[in-house]
């Protein structure tokens, strides 16, 4: 079984900067496309990027892409995303994911393994 955790949230400006990390431990995840998620007070959990076992294959939600990098270190089982310009509407917790068996997809539900989670607030 692999675990998950997220590092690297904060409080930051708008137009700031953050990169968040996701460590693993319990099984090597070279093999696994990994996932981030945020979730906003009172809003559903939305993807936010997606990465293929070998760093190939990249996916971004659309509110994401030219701002937000998802890359990963199968050496160091680490899993981490580049926030620029960031916006007081990226604020969220942010949770790193594994997918269970499949392509990356931006579905919740079809991740099965999940971190605690990061704070990450932009002000205005």
């Known amino acids: 079984q692999v675990q998950l955790v997220e590092s690297g949230g904060g409080l930051v400006q708008a137009g700031g900067s953050l990169r968040l990390s996701c460590a693993t431990s319990g099984r090597t995840i070279s093999s696994m496309n990994m996932g981030w998620f945020r979730q906003a007070p009172g809003k559903e959990r939305e993807f936010v990027a997606g990465?293929?076992?070998?760093?190939?294959?990249?996916l971004y939600a659309d509110s994401v892409k030219g701002r937000f990098t998802i890359s990963r270190d199968n050496a160091k089982n680490t899993v981490s995303l580049q926030m620029n310009n960031l916006k007081p509407e990226d604020t969220a917790v942010y949770y790193c994911a594994k997918k269970a068996a499949g392509p990356i997809g931006t579905y919740r539900y079809n991740y099965d393994t999940w971190g605690q989670g990061t704070q990450v607030t932009i002000s205005a």
């Open positions: 990465i293929t076992w070998s760093g190939g294959g990249i």
